[in-house]
């Protein structure tokens, strides 16, 4: 028996025929656990917007099962399903007003004038939304449009909320202060979310779990924390933050998890969180670019030269020749430590937890 309140089994969508054909959604299993948020990121085309559309009932799958809250809901009609989807582009009816908006599926449910007042109250309230009761969609921000979109689709008490990148209208900094907000909300409410979205900010920042897209299936599903420190393979590494990617070679196996790994010449002990690699095999070491500490040339040390440095304010970014391999290396606080200047020479040192093993794979 699956443990999720929203299981995906074995989902597949295949869109066109013959030559046509694209495998969208390419055999994809999920569990959503009762009252969290996911976020399906990953770039443009893997298959996202497709997995939330067949949750709601808008594309029907071409195989595979869709569960909530243990009910086949596979091929339920999407008004029949107990979910509801913020969209993008908030789709509010123009015509009415914001009160009349929120509370329209009420209207529809055919519930009483006063359940419809209390209810619509007691959500505008929820999204930040009381007094502007009588405006119509055209006098609201784009930040307040979809606050009543998140409204409308919260007063429906469904049992998954979907969220179409609800975000990505806003300006930059609307974004930011949205987000917070629908994740408080989200978590007041207890609402089961699957949130759709490409920016990896905004899915590390709302997510209790993120789902990493690639090409219609899944390739990683994690915490924040946990895709970040370790990503399985390299696309997710690249994808999530910044990563430099060094090739290394096994040359020793030590007990108790810890690799002897050869890179660039130096040998280093390298802790592994699992014990899948043999002595001989190529590696690929990932080194975010903060774990990086630069000082100025020590000998019998791994070594560079700096051929580009950027003042950020909050940090300085460096790229460090390393003969093989081009390195960047990020200093947060710059005034407190020594700037250098491009040509110099210097040494890289980083703890040996803060690399995380791959096996090798090539750039893609
Ligand atoms: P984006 O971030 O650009 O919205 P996405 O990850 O949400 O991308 P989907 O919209 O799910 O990706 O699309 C996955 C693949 O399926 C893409 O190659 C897309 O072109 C294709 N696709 C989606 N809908 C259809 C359709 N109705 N007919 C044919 N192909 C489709």
Do not use: W
């Amino acid at each position: 028996m699956k443990q999720g309140f929203l299981v995906l089994n074995n989902l597949v969508k295949v869109f066109g025929t013959g030559e046509k054909v694209v495998n969208a959604v390419d055999h994809i299993d999920l569990e959503v656990k009762k009252g969290s948020l996911v976020t399906l990121l990953g770039p443009s085309g893997c298959g996202k917007t497709t997995t939330l559309r067949m949750i709601a009932g808008f594309e029907i799958p071409t195989s595979g099962s869709i569960y909530i809250d243990d009910e086949d809901v596979s091929t339920t009609p999407p008004n029949q399903r107990p979910t509801t989807m913020v969209f993008q582009n908030y789709a509010l009816f123009p015509h009415l007003t914001v009160f009349e908006n929120i509370a329209y599926g009420l209207k529809i449910r055919r519930e009483s004038a006063n359940d419809i007042r209390r209810k619509t109250k007691e959500i505008m309230g929820l999204v930040g939304l009381e007094g502007y009761e009588e405006r119509s969609p055209a006098q609201l921000s784009g930040g307040q449009q979809q606050r009543v979109s998140l409204a409308r689709s919260l007063i429906m008490e469904p049992k998954v909320l979907l969220l179409d990148e609800p975000l990505s209208n806003l300006d930059a900094k609307l974004r930011v202060s949205t987000r917070l907000e629908i994740r408080k909300i989200q978590q007041r409410v207890g609402i089961t979310s699957v949130y759709v979205t490409h920016d990896q900010e905004e899915a590390m920042t709302l997510s209790d779990r993120v789902v990493i897209m690639h090409e219609g299936k899944i390739m990683q599903i994690g915490t924040p924390q946990e895709i970040y420190a370790y990503p399985v393979n390299r696309f997710v590494a690249d994808f999530i933050g910044k990563a430099n990617f060094i090739r290394g070679h096994v040359t020793g196996m030590r007990p108790e998890n810890e690799l002897e790994i050869e890179i660039m010449g130096k040998k280093i002990i390298v802790p592994v969180q699992k014990d899948v690699f043999k002595e001989g095999a190529d590696v690929l070491l990932v080194l975010r670019p903060e774990s990086v500490k630069l000082e100025s040339k020590k000998p019998d040390t791994l070594t560079g030269i700096i051929r580009e440095a950027v003042y950020l304010g909050s940090q300085m970014v460096y790229e460090v020749d390393m003969a093989e391999n081009i390195i960047t290396v990020e200093i947060a606080n710059p005034q407190e430590h020594v700037v250098f200047d491009t040509g110099e020479e210097v040494t890289l040192t980083f703890q040996e937890k803060n690399l995380h093993i791959l096996p090798y794979e090539k750039e893609v």
